[in-house]
Nanobody, 114 residues
């Protein structure tokens, strides 16, 4: 099973930006879609963004225009650029891939607060 490691979370003020990274332990991004999920306190985990093996993207409505998912296949890394962050974006963000066995990272915490 592939291992995924997220990084880049932290504390940011509303309106600020962060870039999350998800590094995979082996080369998979040419073959599988990658997804970002998030889980806010006392909330269910929700899907945030997908990038397919071919590079097509899709987003949760509430993050459209603010978040951008991208990837670097050579580096086995997927990114989530988050701009104009809002307090409601506060959550633990997780990277996911189904290979087809599901793999999840450990999560990286994003806190948006003044």
């Amino acid at each position: 099973q592939v291992q995924l490691v997220e990084s880049g979370g932290g504390l940011v003020q509303p309106g600020g930006s962060l870039r999350l990274s998800c590094a995979a332990s082996r080369s998979i991004f040419n073959f599988y879609a990658m997804r970002w999920y998030r889980q806010a306190p006392e909330k269910q985990r929700e899907w945030v963004a997908t990038i397919t093996s071919g590079g097509s993207t899709n987003y949760l409505d509430s993050v459209k225009g603010r978040f951008t998912i991208s990837k670097d296949n050579a580096k086995n890394t997927v990114y989530l650029q988050m701009n104009n962050l809002k307090p409601e974006d506060t959550a633990v963000y997780y990277c996911n891939v189904n290979t087809p066995a599901p793999a999840w990272g450990q999560g990286t915490l994003v806190t948006v607060s003044s």
